[in-house]
């Protein structure tokens, strides 16, 4: 039977972690897991069984993070092989159990970070994508699983490759802090108007949080959805013990949690990070008989970019258009000589005015429209008004403070006006509730600035996770561990 049939019908289960459940069977530190798809397909095929026999009807295959980038031609193992063999280790547990189940094609984040903050090109990691897509849907599997995506970039590649490169159905679930930010700054709603956009069937979200802190997030994403929401979280938050990372829920407690998240609308529930097939049994249990909460159409129209959404509905929006050379000359001088400042500037003039959503024209017939399109990403962040959460932007900005104790010096490097630094860390503040700068001497002029302990400990954690993101992914899919949001299943 379809599994989106199936999915208007009754609650899904699918399975839940398996990197750790491989480093118990013997996975060595270093040692890429989906190699075992190939060396020891009777571990897979025991774990695989072992959640269908718990209550699953989801199976994901061993096949996250394995992508040309690990599996190419300088390889011991070749790409196809290792998921031809990932496939059919999940179609084996399911003949051996004896049950109707599905196949999920396991796709994670590429460990690199795209153009313009890393070096992957968009098109680059398209194809790095649908060629996983080609040979997992030629393979054999029911549809396409896309998860613990912490970039909208990233995803929409992730995504147009499973859509051109097969016809199975596509669900994705992305990874939230506490604060439902994704790590790029996407929120609930920017990310499911743009998931909704591209097509995909079912979404949701997985790892970074237990049960519990994935509930409050859960409100604001069914409160945007129409279609069937996935979730999949840790077994609570993790913490180290003697070297070995532990979960904070056990699996009554996380069932219990698993209960509400389905009382409340979501379609398929199941595990992630710390996960085990007794985890799964005690959700399937719970929740087997519970009818399903209708998935009702929100008839919205929204406008959204990487990192939040604006509704076009009751209330007016503003669409700012002077970012335009039509009739202005000075705009159009701007454009040739490449003057970022001035244009920048009529960006922030509209959104201090209250644009809700920036017109961006730059068409002029001697210039090249794509090379003028790209911004740097302080650019990029203060258009999106990205200001609001601690992004690149605000990042840094404090950087700069920190560096040249001086605000006047921070906002002349950022190519802004004194008064819009001033408005950018006044929003921060509210929205983070601390204080970014201890010291404002100097009044209009400027002075000496510092950033207070709290802004400093959050520019060091972002920066570290920045770090990470950058430099230490790799690691991750070899072990498949790692820190936070790159944990895989």
């Known amino acids: ?99 109707q189940a599905w196949i999920g094609l396991d796709m994670g984040p590429t460990g690199k970070l795209l153009k313009p903050m890393g070096d992957l090109a968009f098109e680059d990691c398209c194809a790095i994508y649908r060629e996983v897509v080609e040979i997992g849907a030629d393979a054999g599997a029911d549809f396409v699983l896309i998860e613990t995506m912490s970039d909208s970039y990233e995803t929409k590649a992730a995504v147009l490759a499973a859509k051109e490169g097969c016809n199975l159905p596509v669900f994705v679930t992305v990874t939230f802090d506490e604060r439902g930010k994704l790590l790029t700054g996407g929120s609930p709603a920017s990310i499911v108007a743009m998931l909704e956009g591209l097509g995909v069937d079912v979404l949701g979200m997985n790892c970074g949080l237990g049960p519990v802190q994935m509930k409050e997030i859960l409100k604001d994403i069914l409160e945007v959805s129409s279609i069937p929401v996935m979730i999949n979280p840790n077994a609570g938050l993790p913490r180290s013990e003697n070297g070995k990372t532990v979960y904070d829920i056990d699996a009554a407690h996380f069932a219990k949690t698993e209960e509400e998240i389905v009382d409340m609308g979501a379609r398929i529930v199941g595990g992630c990070c710390g996960t085990t097939p007794e985890h799964i049994r005690m959700v399937a249990e719970r929740c087997r008989n519970k009818k399903p909460v209708p998935v009702t159409k929100k008839n919205r129209t929204v406008v959204s970019s990487f990192c939040q959404a604006v509704e076009i509905g009751k209330n007016p929006v503003i669409i700012g258009e002077r970012i335009n050379p039509t009739g202005k000359s000075k705009f159009k001088q701007a454009l040739r000589d490449h003057n970022l400042q001035y244009i920048l500037q009529e960006g922030v003039t509209q959104q201090d005015h209250g644009a809700h959503v920036l017109d ?130």
């Open 360 to 489: 961006v024209n730059v068409g002029l017939p001697e210039i090249d429209e794509p090379s003028k399109l790209p911004l740097r990403p302080s650019v990029r962040f203060r258009l999106a008004k990205s200001d609001t959460f601690f992004g690149p932007g605000v990042a840094e900005f404090l950087t700069l403070v920190d560096q040249s104790n001086s605000m006047q010096t921070a906002c002349k490097e950022m190519e802004m006006s004194y008064s819009k630094g001033w408005k950018i860390i006044k929003k921060a503040e509210e929205y983070l509730g601390c204080s970014l700068i201890e010291s404002r001497s100097g009044g209009a002029t400027g002075g000496s600035s510092h950033l207070t302990p709290e802004a400093k400990d959050l520019l060091a954690r972002y920066l570290g996770m920045e770090k990470e993101l950058k430099a230490a992914t790799a690691q991750l899919f070899e072990t498949y561990f790692g820190d936070y949001p790159y944990k895989s299943r």
């Open 1 to 99: 039977m379809d599994i989106l049939q199936e999915l208007q019908n009754r609650i899904l289960f699918c399975d839940g972690g398996m990197g750790s459940l491989l480093q118990e069977a013997g996975l060595k530190p270093g040692e890429l897991p989906g190699t075992w798809n190939i060396t020891h397909p009777e571990e897979l095929v025991k774990i695989h069984k072992a959640y269908l026999e718990a209550g699953a009807d989801i199976v994901t295959t061993n096949t996250f993070g394995v992508d040309r980038l690990k599996y190419n031609e300088n390889t011991e193992f070749q790409l196809e092989p290792v998921i031809r063999a990932a496939v059919t280790n999940a179609k084996e547990a399911i003949r051996q159990s004896g049950k």
